[in-house]
């Protein structure tokens, strides 16, 4: 059985980018990474091991996977939305990840009265060990579990959750704000990339596949993050 190649090239579906659209990526890449200068574009291509040939081949194959996505998905997100709406609601809130159960079930007891000291208690922590963790977050529903989502919005902001299991130990979590979900450009931009993933996957599933966008297109780029 011969391997099928999906999705396929982005030539065969009619999906060209122009110099003008590569030249635009380039710019959007420079300005993203603050790049302002060739010296400083040549010194970055260097500390990563790419050439310019294989950076300008990785922005047109981003170009053409944005354009398949578009294809694909032909305004789909609205509808997605409108069937997954909770999905999208919002908490944000700072938050306090404790290894232990019995110590997370103490600070509960000991902040719930007073949720805004967990900020005290994380300053003091950070102070102690220097362990650096991100203090305030925004959790979505549709990322939690059905568990970890009761905990989180079933509490009212300005209220402190119970211990709420995350990794291998607890966060108890300050919430400050609750947003329901709202069809706005970042939302539709999140869902246009779901579908075209679960477009991508069913594809996979369906097919034997070796990942490549053609033939000229299909040698590696090196490891880097662009």
């Given at each position: 059985m011969?391997?099928?190649?999906w999705?396929?090239?982005?030539?065969?579906?009619?999906i060209?980018?122009?110099?003008?659209?590569?030249?635009?990526?380039?710019?959007?890449?420079?300005?993203?990474?603050?790049l302002?200068t060739?010296?400083?574009v040549?010194r970055?291509?260097?500390?990563h091991?790419?050439?310019?040939?294989?950076?300008e081949?990785?922005?047109?194959?981003?170009?053409?996977?944005e354009?398949?996505?578009?294809?694909v998905?032909?305004?789909?997100?609205?509808?997605?939305?409108?069937d997954?709406?909770?999905?999208?609601?919002?908490?944000?809130?700072?938050?306090?990840?404790?290894?232990e159960?019995?110590?997370?079930l103490?600070?509960?007891?000991?902040?719930?009265?007073?949720?805004s000291?967990?900020?005290?208690?994380?300053?003091?922590?950070f102070?102690?060990?220097?362990?650096e963790?991100?203090?305030?977050?925004?959790?979505?529903?549709r990322?939690?579990?059905?568990?970890?989502?009761?905990?989180?919005?079933?509490t009212?902001?300005?209220?402190?959750?119970?211990?709420?299991?995350?990794?291998?130990?607890?966060e108890?979590?300050?919430?400050m704000?609750?947003?329901p979900?709202?069809?706005?450009?970042?939302?539709?931009?999140?869902?246009?990339?779901?579908l075209?993933?679960a477009w991508?996957?069913?594809?996979?599933?369906?097919?034997?596949?070796?990942?490549?966008?053609?033939?000229?297109?299909?040698?590696?780029l090196?490891?880097?993050s662009?």
């Open positions: 011969p391997i099928c190649s999705p396929p090239s982005a030539r065969s579906r009619g060209e980018t122009s110099d003008e659209e590569l030249a635009e990526a380039l710019v959007r890449f420079r300005g993203k990474r603050r302002f060739p010296a400083q040549e970055w291509m260097v500390e091991g790419t050439t310019q040939a294989e950076l081949r990785h922005l047109r194959d981003e170009q053409g996977r354009k398949l996505k578009e294809q998905v032909a305004g789909q997100e609205a509808a997605y939305f409108e997954h709406r909770s999905g999208f609601d919002r908490v944000r809130a700072a938050r306090l990840y404790v290894p159960r019995d110590e997370a103490r600070l509960y007891g000991k902040l719930r009265g007073n949720p000291q967990l900020l005290a208690v994380a300053q003091a922590r102070v102690e060990t220097g362990d963790e991100t203090l305030f977050t925004t959790l979505e529903r990322e939690l579990d059905a568990e970890q989502a009761a905990l989180v919005f079933g009212k902001p300005g209220e402190l959750t119970g211990p709420v299991p995350s990794g291998e130990g607890y108890l979590l300050w919430v704000q609750v947003l979900g709202r069809f706005d450009e970042t939302t539709r931009q999140r869902i246009s990339s779901l075209f993933d991508l996957e069913e594809k996979r599933r369906s097919a034997r596949v070796e990942w490549f966008w053609g033939a000229d297109e299909a040698a590696p090196p490891a880097m662009l």
